[in-house]
T-cell receptor, first 113, second 115 residues
C-alpha cells in the first residue's frame, strides 16, 4: 500500500481553469503538507495542516486553497490557473512527534498551457 | 533554520562507498541534521537524521563532526538505484508553530553512481 498517494500524477490544463489535486495518507499522521517544486527544482513548502487546522501558509496566492476534510486527506484546489503555476506539487505527511521526518507522495506534475 | 552548503555534483562507482559532505557552520544547538534524497520523478525520501552522535540505519550512516559544523552522509555500497539528488537540511527537531514540517531544501548534491 502506498503511504502517501496523490492524484492525478499528471495534469495538463489551460490558463484560467480551476483544478484540484487530491492527497491521502494511510500512515495515521496528524500533519500534512503541500510542497511545490519549480522548474529549477527548488522545493518549497506551501501549506502545513495539523489535525485539519492550517498552520503554515507560505505567502501562497489565495488562488490556492487547501482543504482537509479529515486527518488523512489534504486536497489542493487552484483557481484561475496561470502559466507560472506549472510545477510539480508534492503532498507529504509526518507524525506529531517528528516534524522533521516527512513522507512524500510521488508528485503531481501540473502543466498550464 | 541554518543554511547548508553541498557540492553540486559527485560521482561514485557502483559497489563503492559514497561520501556526501555538507557544511552547516551556523547550526545552532537545538538543530538536527537531516538528509533526504530525491530519485528522478519521485518525491523526496527521508534517509537519516542526527544531532551530534554518529547515526546508522539500513540506508546510510551519518557522521557529524565534533563541532557540528559539518557532516557526511555515507552510502556504504552504492548501487545504480542510489543515483539521486541528496539534500542536507538542518532544523530544530520538533519545532512546532510556524515551523511545522517546514524543510528548507537547497540545491542538494546530484550523486551519479556509474557501473
Amino acid at each position: 500500500d502506498t503511504a502517501v498517494s496523490q492524484t492525478p500524477k499528471y495534469l495538463v490544463t489551460q490558463m484560467g481553469n480551476d483544478k484540484s489535486i487530491k492527497c491521502e495518507q494511510n500512515l495515521g499522521h496528524d500533519t500534512m503538507y503541500w510542497y511545490k517544486q519549480d522548474s529549477k527544482k527548488f522545493l518549497k513548502i506551501m501549506f502545513s495542516y495539523n489535525n485539519k487546522e492550517l498552520i503554515i501558509n507560505e505567502t501562497v496566492p489565495n488562488r490556492f486553497s487547501p482543504k482537509s476534510p479529515d486527518k488523512a486527506h489534504l486536497n489542493l484546489h487552484i483557481n484561475s490557473l496561470e502559466l507560472g503555476d506549472s510545477a510539480v506539487y508534492f503532498c507529504a505527511s509526518s507524525q506529531v512527534s517528528h516534524y522533521g521526518k516527512l513522507f512524500f507522495g510521488s508528485g503531481t506534475q501540473l502543466s498550464v498551457l | 533554520d541554518a543554511k547548508t552548503t553541498q557540492p553540486p555534483s559527485m560521482d561514485c562507482a557502483e559497489g563503492r562507498a559514497a561520501n556526501l559532505p555538507c557544511n552547516h557552520s551556523t547550526i545552532s544547538g537545538n538543530e538536527y541534521v537531516y538528509w533526504y534524497r530525491q530519485i528522478h520523478s519521485q518525491g523526496p525520501q527521508y534517509i537519516i537524521h542526527g544531532l551530534k552522535n554518529n547515526e546508522t540505519n539500513e540506508m546510510a550512516s551519518l557522521i557529524i563532526t565534533e563541532d557540528r559544523k559539518s557532516s557526511t552522509l555515507i552510502l556504504p555500497h552504492a548501487t545504480l538505484r542510489d543515483t539521486a539528488v541528496y539534500y542536507c537540511i538542518v532544523r530544530a527537531h520538533n519545532a512546532g508553530g510556524t515551523s511545522y514540517g517546514k524543510l528548507t531544501f537547497g540545491q542538494g548534491t546530484i550523486l551519479t553512481v556509474h557501473p
